[in-house]
């Protein structure tokens, strides 16, 4: 029965996003502004999260949403637990303010979703040339934050599988030190609902806790991502303990 219920969520989820993307190439051939093209695309992406719940039986519970800046025009970077899929949907869907997500442009070759994507005002970079990315983080970056955006990045830089801890790069830390804006962590426990690359998904509640804004006035890179990385993964304990048990009995 689970393997049907995904598969259902399957085929909503991918002829979903056709009208989604005729909407934006639409609206971008009208030279449509960025934030009503985020809207369009917010839309599916709660969408997903709705469809998920009614479909997959995965609810939401999120915690935190008091540690987010009020000011509109305040800038922020995100940085996020990466275990599923889902953590895209549910940061879009979760945010109150619109969110550029950094990602491999390899993405845009992946028909519809792709197409979607590249009418977005999003950071895409180029993973065979370090360098050249790192510097499209800064400048694109900047300017988003410019713009009172809030920057998404997986710190880990790939979906880690439950219970796991990957190597935290400071590129989110070294663009908020650089552009004067405070890193928020995000820890999210999709893996029990939702496992990286498993096709059939788990009913279930997946947690979104939001910790607090950490500032980078006289702090390193290295200092912001070391206390945003403490913050995510001891949280990550908390809210989902069976994933960690050896840490459980020291």
Request: glycine fraction near 8%; hydrophobic fraction near 45%; charged fraction near 20%.
């Amino acid at each position: 029965m689970l393997f049907l219920h995904s598969v259902r969520h399957m085929l909503w989820t991918f002829t979903a996003i056709i009208p989604l993307t005729l909407a934006l190439l639409f609206v971008s051939v009208l030279g449509a502004g960025s934030r009503l093209r985020y809207r369009i695309a917010h839309t599916w992406m709660k969408l997903n999260v709705t469809s998920a719940k009614s479909m997959l039986g995965i609810k939401t519970r999120v915690s935190g949403l008091d540690n987010l800046p009020k000011d509109p025009y305040q800038g922020l970077v995100l940085l996020s637990k990466h275990q599923s899929t889902f953590d895209v949907f549910l940061i879009a869907a979760v945010m109150p303010r619109p969110v550029a997500f950094v990602f491999k442009k390899e993405l845009l070759k992946i028909p519809f979703f792709g197409w979607a994507l590249a009418c977005l005002d999003m950071i895409r970079i180029d993973r065979t040339q370090r360098r050249r990315a790192f510097a499209d983080v800064l400048s694109q970056g900047h300017r988003l934050l410019g713009d009172g955006l809030w920057v998404t990045m997986f710190p880990e830089g790939t979906r880690m599988e439950r219970g796991e801890v990957g190597e935290y790069k400071r590129g989110g830390s070294r663009l908020a030190v650089s552009a004067g804006v405070p890193v928020v962590p995000v820890a999210i426990t999709s893996a029990k609902v939702w496992p990286r690359k498993a096709f059939v998904k788990r009913p279930g509640v997946v947690d979104i806790s939001i910790g607090p804004q950490l500032s980078p006035a006289g702090r390193t890179q290295e200092e912001l991502m070391d206390m945003a990385q403490d913050w995510i993964e001891s949280e990550m304990q908390r809210l989902d303990p069976h994933a960690y048990p050896a840490i459980q009995h020291e």
